[in-house]
């Protein structure tokens, strides 16, 4: 299996995780941080931006995979992935230190769980129905 529509998503989200790091790596180097944020609290929400991505992302991408494994619609698996993606561009700018509600976080947290469930539910009825 190629996983034709599941593995365009993957590497579009892996192209934002690299930019997610580098703005990780860039205030390290430049403030010489080598573990942790230092105390500084622009790194601290640059090291949140990325680790809310690798806590949510992989885990939706298998699911993904595996109902496209399962046999799920082109548009279902095509509308996930674009609205994970999209999720996923808009949540960064949410985390700020002063704004933890910013919209911006909200929309993109709402908007990848709805995708995690949306998946559970349709991996649920490909294999207990």
Known sequence: MTFAIT??????????????TLLVIRPRVKQ??????????PLLAAIRRQANFV????????????????????????????ALLIARLIHPFGILPD????PARLFGAVLTTLVQLAMVVLLAMQYFT
Not at 12 to 19: G, H, K, P, Q
């Open 7 to 20: 593995a365009p998503y993957a590497a579009a989200l892996s192209l934002l995780f690299v930019v997610l």
């Open 99 to 102: 704004r933890p509600a910013h």
């Open 32 to 41: 010489h941080i080598g573990l942790g944020d230092g105390g500084s609290v």
């Open 55 to 82: 806590e949510n992302v992989p885990l939706t991408l298998l699911l993904m995979a595996l109902a496209e494994a399962g046999g799920a619609g082109e548009m279902t698996l095509n509308l996930s992935g674009a």
